[in-house]
């Protein structure tokens, strides 16, 4: 069994910064492959960030240049550092773990931006 804990999210006004924290335990807690998913209310839920095992990153259009996702060196956790935040970034946010053939979620960390 593994589990996914996400932390850091809270509310912030439009223009500040949250960093997100993603922790692994259990079975198995190394991954090379993690991820940062959002939900809004009413929206399907989306890709945020994504770190693969060469360190290479991908990003949600939404978010370039904004939001920065890192990992440790054991590849036991992740961040989600989100800067210059908008309204339209509140949402759920929630840490993906996944590799071939299987895939952990977190249970999810509100994030709320506004004023």
């Known amino acids: 069994q593994v589990k996914l804990v996400e932390s850091g999210g809270g509310l912030v006004q439009p223009g500040g910064s949250l960093r997100l924290s993603c922790a692994a335990s259990?079975?198995?807690?190394?991954?090379?492959?993690m991820a940062w998913y959002r939900q809004a209310p009413g929206e399907e839920r989306e890709m945020v960030a994504t770190?693969?095992?060469?360190?290479?990153?991908r990003y949600g259009d939404s978010v370039k240049g904004r939001f920065s996702i890192s990992r440790d060196k054991t590849m036991n956790s992740a961040y989600l550092q989100m800067n210059n935040l908008k309204p339209e970034d509140t949402a759920v946010y929630y840490c993906?773990?996944?590799?071939?053939?299987?895939?952990?979620w977190g249970q999810g960390t509100q994030v709320t931006v506004s004023s």
């Open positions: 993906k773990a996944f590799g071939p053939g299987f895939s952990y």
């Open positions: 259990g079975s198995i807690t190394s991954f090379g492959y």
């Open positions: 770190i693969i095992p060469s360190g290479e990153t």
